[in-house]
């Protein structure tokens, strides 16, 4: 039998051991070696931030840069008997804790004890303490004094990934320091110096899928590495990355965009359908399209913030081409409706069902507009008139109680003089102060508005149907079969949108209630029509009638400007 060594798998074999082979966190690097250089050593230092970025690996640096023969030192030499111990684990100077394992009072009680002692072979006694957020409040606080007050020999790191967890008591006695998760361009050069010392044959953006899906974890990309090697053969392409990581490729997101584009709903759910078959995620499959809509927005912000997403150039060149195919309006659209069919997709057994609804949904929305082009539209909307012509197709109006003058324009009453309730006998027009819009007449904008702001309310609102607006209170009507749409939009914050959309197009505060009724009219509310096409309003028959009991009642008359 020969005398291998056992198989050391990539992370452990490539993990640095000196500071100058830490990845992606060169401020933190600097600091620790400037406080050795200075003499300015903490007895309790706080390494947070993601997993796989180097916090365990920086605290074993750290010790040997303490303990090594030379030292105190930034460049220890890895070789005297502490390096050597301390970088295989087995000194006895240099304590490696689970927080997880020994979590309770009686293992903090243990090392309370222990720290008493002096090192056996190096300067100082050193604990890590890994996941230290899972150590009980119980021992948290049996910490506390040692920690505070330790002796000068011993020296704590602490290492999370949760520093929230972490009892501000703790915190404030350590030196804090977060890592940061290493950028994807970093981690794919890492990779192929790997690859290279490995001898193994790996296409670029085969590295480059490997990194984005390790999420900043050097030590998970380094994982997903190793799966590869040992599951290919030859060269190690994208497409065998994505079949084993389950991911989905951005070709097709840009197809499925694509047809969703073009409204075509059948070749979506081919789409669909071909991705689920080959195994992929429902949940990441929704994730990918949501950060595609992402990297779309920021083009349509600027095409410079290309810079800022992570990915081939094939891929940016596909997103430089399709983000002229959708409005900003639009893809806020699009995000909604994923995030809504995201959330949907937890509570529901079928996963493929709410995507295949929200694909569906995307390619028959109708165009979307800008807010200021729907505002720009209710200022072409028909405004009550008494003095206009009835057309043969005119409902009747509703008669609404008259408005107070409000208190920042008073209103000037004089007394009526002959001529003028003589022109008003005859008939004559009377231009009212502040003509007001009906709620049937900015429904479709209210739709639009809300389509634009939450697609969920808009989505609810369109089963119901306008009914009565007066004296500030807009009623909105639900056959009783949908007690669960009405239900959700008297939520608190679904009813304020409504109120704030309804109290901007209709020009006065609104109070918005909903009521049940046997069933709905059936009525259709269409857009408003052009201002050519704008047919007449119809008069309203009992505004003479008000305007005359409203001279006789404050003595007032009619002023002409």
Same mark, same amino acid.
């Given at each position: ?101 020994n979590r309770g009072i009686d293992e903090i009680r243990a090392l309370r004890e222990n720290v008493k002692f002096a090192p056996a072979l190096g300067k100082y006694k050193i604990y890590i303490i890994d996941e230290v957020h899972q150590i009980t409040a119980d021992g948290f606080n049996a910490l506390l004094k040692t920690l505070e007050e330790p002796p000068a020999h011993v ?169 002229g195919l959708f409005s900003k309006e639009a893809l806020f659209y699009f995000f909604s409706v994923i995030a809504h069919a995201l959330q949907t997709l937890k509570r529901f057994e079928m996963k493929r069902v709410p995507l295949e609804i929200a694909l569906v949904k995307l390619a028959h929305h109708a165009p979307m507009q800008d807010i200021s082009q729907i505002l720009e ?45 003589? #022109? /008003? ?5 009377? &231009?009212?102060?502040?003509? =007001?819009?009906? !709620? %049937?007449?900015?429904? +479709? #904008? /209210? ?5 634009? &702001?939450?697609?969920?309310? =808009?989505?609810? !609102? %369109?089963?119901?149907? +306008? ?7 807009a009623r909105i009507l639900f056959p009783d079969k949908l007690s669960f749409h009405r239900e959700t939009l008297e939520v608190d914050g679904n009813k304020k949108l409504i109120e704030k959309h309804l109290t901007t197009l209709l020009d006065e505060p609104v109070r918005v209630e909903f009521q049940s009724v046997k069933e709905l009219s059936g009525k259709t509310y269409a ?35």
């Amino acid at each position: 039998m020969g005398n291998n060594p056992p198989y050391l798998v990539i992370a452990r074999k490539y993990r640095p051991k000196t500071f100058e082979q830490v990845i992606g966190q060169d401020p933190l690097v600097t600091t620790l070696k400037n406080a050795i250089r200075l003499k300015r050593i903490g007895h309790a230092y706080l390494f947070t931030g993601p997993r796989g970025v180097g916090k365990t690996s920086m605290a074993r640096i750290f010790a040997k840069a303490l303990n090594c023969k030379n030292g105190p030192t930034p460049t220890p030499c890895g070789e005297c008997q502490t390096c050597l111990e301390i970088e295989h684990a087995r000194s006895l100077d240099v304590f490696e804790i689970d927080g997880a394992s020994n979590r309770g009072i009686d293992e903090i009680r243990a090392l309370r004890e222990n720290v008493k002692f002096a090192p056996a072979l190096g300067k100082y006694k050193i604990y890590i303490i890994d996941e230290v957020h899972q150590i009980t409040a119980d021992g948290f606080n049996a910490l506390l004094k040692t920690l505070e007050e330790p002796p000068a020999h011993v020296k704590f790191i602490f290492a999370t990934t949760a520093a929230h967890k972490v009892p501000a008591t703790i915190v404030s006695r350590c030196q804090r320091f977060d890592f940061r998760r290493i950028p994807i361009a970093r981690i794919v050069s890492t990779l192929e110096e790997i690859c290279k010392k490995e001898k193994i044959k790996v296409d670029e953006e085969a590295l480059f899928t490997i990194a984005k899906a390790a999420d900043g974890s050097l030590r998970d990309s380094q994982s997903i590495l190793d799966q590869m090697i040992a599951s290919s053969e030859g060269k190690i392409t994208r497409s065998q990355v994505t079949t084993a990581l389950g991911s989905l490729e951005e070709e097709r997101l840009v197809e499925l965009m694509e047809a969703l584009g073009k409204k075509d709903a059948a070749e979506a759910l081919h789409l669909l359908d071909r991705v689920l078959n080959e195994g992929k995620d429902p949940s990441i499959f929704l994730e990918k399209f949501l950060e595609h809509i992402r990297n779309l927005l920021f083009l349509k912000v600027s095409e410079k913030l290309v810079d800022l997403v992570d990915a081939t150039e094939s891929y940016r060149e596909a997103l430089k081409n399709q983000h002229g195919l959708f409005s900003k309006e639009a893809l806020f659209y699009f995000f909604s409706v994923i995030a809504h069919a995201l959330q949907t997709l937890k509570r529901f057994e079928m996963k493929r069902v709410p995507l295949e609804i929200a694909l569906v949904k995307l390619a028959h929305h109708a165009p979307m507009q800008d807010i200021s082009q729907i505002l720009e539209e209710l200022k072409n909307l028909p405004r009550r008139t008494p003095g206009a012509e009835r057309t043969p197709a005119a409902t009747p109006p509703q008669v609404s109680t008259p408005r107070v003058p409000e208190k920042k324009e008073p209103l000037h009453l004089r007394a009526p003089d002959d001529e003028s309730l003589d #022109a /008003l006998a005859d008939g004559a027009d009377v &231009e009212p102060e502040r003509p =007001a819009l009906s !709620l %049937e007449a900015v429904w +479709p #904008a /209210l739709i639009k508005l809300l389509k634009n &702001e939450k697609i969920s309310v =808009a989505t609810y !609102l %369109e089963e119901g149907e +306008p009914g009565s607006f007066a004296r500030g209170v807009a009623r909105i009507l639900f056959p009783d079969k949908l007690s669960f749409h009405r239900e959700t939009l008297e939520v608190d914050g679904n009813k304020k949108l409504i109120e704030k959309h309804l109290t901007t197009l209709l020009d006065e505060p609104v109070r918005v209630e909903f009521q049940s009724v046997k069933e709905l009219s059936g009525k259709t509310y269409a857009a408003s029509p052009a201002p050519d096409e704008t047919p007449a309003a119809p008069p309203d028959p009992n505004a003479q009638n008000v305007i005359k009991s409203a001279m006789n009642l404050f003595g007032g008359r009619i002023v002409r400007s």
